[in-house]
């Protein structure tokens, strides 16, 4: 193929989704971080056209050259959205690290299952994602308010006394996430141990390895191309998550999504808003370009 | 492999268990007689009958399924040009931007897609609605039908399109009746997907819409901030037993194809 | 005036990258003639035949079908066809439908398709399996399939890639036979890339031998296994033992002092006095005599081992220099056993000097 050539038919095969992508994704993040920056000209009420088409470039150079970085200052200078990313990417961060733990035994029982079971099982264990995410997380607040099924069971077997306190917390949306996002890590983490040789298992018993030694030396480090994408097809929405701090976490339950979901439709502060957007995205941009990368290398281009 | 069959068993259970348990109660519960969602008082369908009264909540219903058809159809149309534009065009001037706008939608949290979509909007000021969503939709959801169309066209065995170009079929026989063909599940399964998210999507459709186009999960949510309900309960079964089906149908479907 | 060639390549260069797959490659292939491109993998050969289906396009040269200039012709528009090496079949159509594929793109009507394609049926012993699909078939049925499917159209050249290579040993060794008896039938030219010696040499009417994108030799399969022109193409068809040396030409005789000792061989021409020269002489042109016989072309060794092969043995002898030399004898011979002094012995016919 000559590089950067594309013959007719090609050319508008790519241009009909480059240009709805151009439209609909690379034009408003150029947008938001454009009016990240330009606090002076957002601050009318929101429903006012930043740009209009009649204003002509020369307008929105200008516009553009207004650069005024306080919304980026108000941020700094503002806690709470400095103690939103923190608090985001540790819930996130917990929240993953906890789906691992769990994901992985259960990928691979499902891929040491009898192989015509295999493919029903994992089926099994992504459904859950094709049902309403909302409502999955709204499951959750019948079984974890303080009347909820969860305390309900616990007094029952006589394990508590008092119903404990987890609707409303950040232990909550912790949970939240996990189940929301297991399928995800599930996956791809089967997926990887389904590929593996068993005759490598095998092999490694032959040569004196216990499973225990099998399953360090062998079947993890194998299976680790899977780990990392669960995890980053986990990590980086957690991040942004709004759903489920909102449903189920509490008052002080703080993460970014919520946060500037806040900003923009209560507060009406549009510019730190898109500021807090714009360094959320900054932050994210190393594991989804990692992510991107080993997409596209794993399909094979 | 018969010592390592219990602790299977055990994670087997346990995963399952954590997966399904809060979809059950969940239907178990839409048939509680109580208002009460966690007491038990005895079954009635009474929620279920109440929930069609609701002309807001089977309007918005229909705003969604609408929504989510028309968008899935732009959709898998995008996310097929997409998928052969990276598997089949080799190398092109800014490719790279272009994978990155396939992949980047797949992760990026949903708040900032939805919050730069609507400053473009009001940018432009185009009027917020139905088609608004629809557009949001149909982009973050054509890189989902990108990608799972992209992998099958990676599988594919290229020597199928050679063999058809050698045997004297030309550029458009050979699409139509090889490409095609092999393309048709996955195609379907991307459409699916396609449907399926944008009629689970929340963050997205509370930042494109407007006045008069309040989608299901929109309302749901609203309610729902308001406290557990069984009615929704009774809204939220019906809506996994509609997903259930089709999941169902599916793999009947692509079971049968495959034998 | 001799026949227009059914496929020429002229010239022909193909690079992919850094990597020259195919470096100015000419070959003519008459009309009918069963031809076999060999070589190890990466030598370019299924570059070369993917050049006559259309699929690359050369860098430099030509390639003309039927004396026409096919070079820029798209695949689907050159009246040849291809047997690909996963044969390719398609998964969604029946063995009669995988047939009739081509005929159909041809526009051909629909009684003529179905009289063609139960002539295919028959000529590759398919009946009964016309409504199968191709995973429904074994391994020789498919090979069977896509061949019936390359040839429905009637082409005047085949190309195959790897036809027997997904076949099991006794399958292909019969299948062999099979593709000579169609191509004589059918008086097509088959063009066949492989890199089994034995296949190309029991099926081909003459073989190119290919190296780094180069050719290193065409010639009757005779020719090639007796009169190997270089080191390589010696060594790559068959075993077969190399002794090197300096060497005296007089007349028609070339004398080679080799560290074995003296070897006489009926020299070309162009062999030079007193220059080095490469002698290569097949197991089965040796003999083991008992030990102690002298003379030119009579090397004593110890055998070393040997290996039975059914209808004769090959003895490893340990030489002079302490090379080994592979000397092939008859099993109805009795056998020396390692560790026997033995002479190694042939005659001055069974020598064959190398260019390189």
């Not at chain 2, 050698?166 to 490409?179: M, S």
């Not at chain 3, 430099?60 to 026409?68: P, S, T």
């Amino acid at each position: 193929m000559r590089r950067g050539a594309l013959s007719g038919g090609r050319l508008w095969a790519l241009l009909v989704p480059y240009g709805w992508l151009a439209l609909f994704f690379l034009a408003p993040l150029a947008l938001v971080a454009k009016i990240s920056l330009s606090k002076s000209i957002i601050a009318q009420p929101p429903y006012e056209p930043v740009f209009n088409l009649s204003d002509g470039v020369g307008a929105w150079l200008e516009q553009a050259q207004k650069f005024a970085l306080t919304a980026y200052r108000g941020l700094g200078d503002d806690p709470l959205y400095l103690e939103s990313y923190l608090s985001s990417l540790a819930i996130a961060g917990v929240s993953t690290a906890l789906a691992l733990v769990i994901a992985y035994p259960l990928a691979l029982a499902i891929a040491r299952s009898d192989p015509r079971r295999r493919s029903m099982l994992i089926a099994l264990a992504v459904a859950p994602f094709w049902t309403s995410f909302l409502i999955r997380v709204y499951a959750w607040i019948a079984i974890l308010k303080d009347e909820g099924f969860l305390n309900l069971a616990l007094m029952k077997i006589g394990l508590i006394d008092t119903p404990l306190t987890i609707y409303a917390t950040n232990v909550a949306v912790v949970i939240g996430i996990v189940y929301s996002y297991l399928p995800f890590v599930v996956l791809p983490i089967y997926n990887s141990l389904e590929k593996q040789d068993a005759s490598l298992r095998e092999a490694a018993a032959d040569l004196g390895a216990g499973p225990l030694a099998t399953f360090w030396k062998v079947t993890l480090p194998l299976s680790l191309p899977g780990v990392i994408a669960g995890a980053l097809l986990m990590f980086i929405p957690a991040v942004g998550e709004f759903v489920i701090p909102d449903l189920l976490g509490g008052s002080d339950t703080i993460m970014i999504g919520r946060t500037m979901w806040n900003d923009f439709f209560e507060n009406r502060d549009w510019p730190a808003a898109s500021a807090g957007a714009i360094v959320l995205l900054a932050l994210l941009v190393g594991p989804i370009v990692w992510f991107e990368r080993r997409q596209s290398k794993g399909q094979g281009a | 492999m018969t010592a390592a069959r219990l602790p299977r068993l055990a994670t087997l259970a346990f995963g399952f268990a954590f997966l399904y348990a809060p979809i059950v109660l969940l239907v178990i519960y839409s048939f509680n007689a109580s208002k009460l969602v966690t007491v038990w008082a005895g079954f009635s369908t009474q929620w279920y009958a109440s929930l069609f009264s609701n002309a807001q909540l089977v309007a918005s219903a229909k705003i969604s399924l609408q929504i989510a058809a028309i968008s899935a159809c732009i959709a898998t149309f995008n996310g097929t040009l997409a998928a052969f534009a990276l598997e089949r065009f080799g190398a092109f001037r800014t490719r790279t931007l272009f994978v990155g706008s396939i992949y980047a939608p797949l992760v990026i949290p949903e708040v900032i897609l939805g919050l730069s979509l609507l400053l473009i909007f009001v940018a432009f000021g185009i009027s917020r609605g139905f088609w608004t969503i629809v557009a949001g939709h149909a982009t973050f959801t054509m890189c989902f039908a990108a990608v799972v169309i992209r992998a099958r066209l990676a599988g594919m065995d290229r020597s199928l399109e050679e063999a058809a170009m050698d045997l004297g079929a030309g550029p458009v026989t050979t699409f139509l009746r090889i490409v095609l063909p092999q393309l048709t599940p996955a195609l379907v399964s991307a459409w699916m997907l396609a449907f399926i998210l944008s009629l689970d999507d929340l963050v997205i459709a509370s930042f494109t819409s407007g006045p008069g186009s309040t989608t299901l999960p929109m309302r749901i949510y609203s309610q729902v901030r308001l406290g557990v309900t069984p009615e929704i309960n009774a809204m939220s079964s019906l809506l996994l037993a509609a997903v259930g089906l089709a999941l169902l149908v599916s793999s009947v479907l692509s079971r049968k194809r495959a034998s | 005036m001799p026949q227009t060639p059914i496929l020429q390549f002229e010239q022909v260069s193909k690079r992919f990258g850094a990597t020259v797959a195919v470096d100015g490659v000419s070959i003519e292939i008459a009309p009918g003639e069963f031809f076999a491109l060999l070589g190890p993998s990466g030598c370019g050969k299924t570059t070369l035949m993917r050049m006559a289906a259309g699929f690359e396009r050369p860098d430099e040269g030509r390639v003309l079908i039927d004396g026409a200039d096919a070079t820029d012709v798209p695949p689907h528009r050159r009246p040849v066809n291809m047997m690909f090496q996963s044969y390719a079949l398609f998964p969604h159509m029946s063995v009669a439908d995988n047939i009739a594929f081509g005929l159909k793109a041809a526009g051909l009507a629909r009684d003529a398709i179905g009289a063609r394609v139960a002539e295919m049926v028959r000529l590759a012993q398919l009946q009964g399996l016309e409504k199968r699909k191709p995973h429904q078939l074994s391994g020789g049925q498919k090979q069977r399939a896509a061949l019936a499917r390359a040839l429905a159209r009637g082409t005047k050249l085949l190309l195959l890639d790897e036809p027997l290579g997904a076949l099991d040993r006794k399958l292909r060794e019969e299948t062999q036979f099979e593709l000579m008896d169609i191509q004589k039938r059918l008086g097509a030219a088959f063009v066949v890339v492989t890199h089994d010696q034995d296949e190309a040499m029991s099926m081909a009417d003459r073989i190119a031998v290919m190296r780094a994108g180069q050719i290193e030799q065409i010639g009757s399969p005779v020719e090639i296994y007796e009169r190997p022109r270089s080191r390589y193409v010696a060594e790559f068809i068959g075993e077969i033992n190399i002794f090197e040396g300096v060497a005296t030409s007089s007349g028609d005789a070339l004398r080679l002092e080799s560290s074995e000792g003296p070897i006489e061989a009926h020299a070309p021409l162009h062999v030079a006095n007193r220059t080095a020269a490469t002698v290569a002489v097949r197991p089965e042109r040796m003999r083991l005599a008992p030990a102690g016989e002298a003379g030119a072309n009579r090397l004593a060794g110890v055998v070393h081992d040997f290996a039975y092969r059914g209808d004769h043995r090959i003895f490893r002898v340990r030489l002079k220099s302490g090379a080994l030399a592979r000397v092939a004898a008859p099993s109805a011979l009795p056998a020396p056993q390692p560790g026997e002094a033995v002479t190694v012995a042939f005659d001055p016919d069974a020598c064959v000097v190398l260019d390189a």
